[in-house]
């Protein structure tokens, strides 16, 4: 639980914390559609290199962010699997009993999860290690402004978006706590079948549930405290802009977009 990357912040020093935010949130858009233009081998190795060279410009330990995959990992082997005995082709691997396996389910399991991974990458350096939560606040409220015209609330969104990341890992911390309180009660969490495990999970659900109940209304009675009022007439200390490095890296990320559209063309190896 400790491994979840989302709304964890890393401070350093680098091109991409000094981006702005707002670019940052289009930048992971556009990274995401990116990663699922990818069709071949070819692609996806530029994808990879890609991930690498986020890596070396967040100037973020990898470790810490290949810690991040960790709570994920049943998810990508599930995903993987799924791609692996699912997939058809022409090209038969393995054959027993009803199930086959082909070279294009292999690819398909491979690719899929090279995918999830650079997704996670991705969108994790992009917004959350690299991004204050304030400043992702503000951008997520300055990109659907225009949507105020049809009277949709974009700082109350912007805040909940916020408020909800910014909890994440306290969330965790107050689970990990009340679960060492349980277990010196005598509680034991990893023994025993489905149901079992289930039924242990009863006393960490309620007092977290209530602890969060708690918590949420602490947080709405300081910002009406503070004299919060929503976005209407509300000033920012620092106010953000764009300047000609987030557009370099604007055009840099359509350049990496046509190259993959290219590079799928080449069709080398096998194609999704």
Not at 47 to 58: D, E, K, M, T
Not at 65 to 78: D, T
Not at 105 to 124: E, K, P
Request: charged share 15%.
């Amino acid at each position: 639980m400790k491994n979840i990357a989302f709304g964890q912040y890393y401070p350093a020093h680098s091109p991409l914390h000094a981006m702005d935010a707002r670019m940052k949130v289009i930048l992971s858009v556009l990274y995401i559609v990116a990663a699922f233009l990818c069709k071949n081998v070819l692609a996806f190795g530029a994808l990879l290199v890609s991930a690498a060279v986020l890596l070396i410009l967040s100037r973020i330990p990898a470790r810490i962010v290949l810690r991040s995959l960790r709570p994920l990992f049943f998810i990508m082997l599930f995903t993987a699997v799924l791609n692996l005995f699912f997939a058809t082709g022409t090209s038969v691997l393995v054959s027993f009993w009803r199930i086959t396996i082909y070279v294009e389910g292999v690819y398909s399991a491979v690719f899929m999860l090279v995918r999830i991974i650079v997704l996670i990458f991705g969108t994790s350096i992009f917004l959350t290690y690299t991004t204050t939560p304030i400043a992702l606040t503000d951008a997520i409220e300055s990109l659907l402004s225009p949507l105020r015209l049809i009277r949709f609330p974009a700082h109350e969104f912007a805040m909940m978006m916020s408020i909800a990341l910014r909890f994440i890992p306290t969330l965790m911390e107050e689970t990990s706590k009340i679960m060492n309180a349980q277990k010196a009660r005598g509680v034991d969490f990893s023994s025993g079948g489905l149901v079992k495990r289930a039924k242990a999970l009863v006393p960490i659900l309620i007092p977290l549930i209530v602890s969060s109940v708690r918590r949420a209304d602490e947080l709405a009675m300081a910002m009406e405290c503070r004299c919060y009022r929503g976005g209407k007439g509300r000033t920012k200390m620092k106010v953000s802009h764009l300047r000609i490095g987030d557009f370099a890296a604007l055009a840099c990320m359509i350049a990496f977009g046509a190259t993959l559209l290219y590079l799928n063309h080449r069709g080398i190896g096998y194609t999704m």
